[in-house]
Nanobody
Framework: QVQLEESGGGLVQAGGSLRLSCAAS????????MGWFRQAPGKEREFVAA????????KYADSVKGRFTISRDNAKNTVYLQMNSLKPEDTAAYSC?????????????????WGQGTQVTVSS
C-alpha cells in the first residue's frame, strides 16, 4: 500500500511557475507508475501527466505539453510536477496517484492510490 501527500500548490499570476511535490510512504514506491490529475470546479477529473516506475517514460496531456514536466526521485519517494507558463485555465485541485502496472495509464480509474490534492490558482 502507498500513501501519498501533495504539496506546493498556491496562488500565482499567469505566466508564473509552481512546482508540486508528491511524497509517498512505503518501500515499494519505485515499483509504481505515478500520475498527476487535476479537477476544476464543475468539471471532471482530467489527466495531466504520468511517469513510469523508472522515470524513463513520461506522458502529458496536450494542454500542458511543453509547459509542465513530471519527474521522480525514487531515493526520496517523491514525484514532482514542474509547471511553467501557467494559465488561468490551469486552475484546479491537483492530485497525484499511483498505479502498479506495466503500462502508463491516462484514466484515473486505473490508479489505486490517491493523495488529498493541492490547490493551484492562476490569476489573470
Amino acid at each position: 500500500q502507498v500513501q501519498l501527500e501533495e504539496s506546493g500548490g498556491g496562488l500565482v499570476q499567469a505566466g508564473g511557475s509552481l512546482r508540486l511535490s508528491c511524497a509517498a510512504s512505503g518501500r515499494t514506491f519505485s515499483s509504481y507508475n505515478m500520475g498527476w490529475f487535476r479537477q476544476a470546479p464543475g468539471k471532471e477529473r482530467e489527466f495531466v501527466a504520468a511517469i513510469g516506475w523508472s522515470g524513463g517514460s513520461t506522458k502529458y496531456a496536450d494542454s500542458v505539453k511543453g509547459r509542465f514536466t513530471i519527474s521522480r526521485d525514487n531515493a526520496k519517494n517523491t514525484v514532482y510536477l514542474q509547471m511553467n507558463s501557467l494559465k488561468p485555465e490551469d486552475t484546479a485541485a491537483y492530485s497525484c496517484a499511483a498505479a502498479r502496472s506495466s503500462f502508463i495509464y491516462y484514466t484515473p480509474q486505473e490508479y489505486a492510490y490517491w493523495g488529498q490534492g493541492t490547490q493551484v490558482t492562476v490569476s489573470s
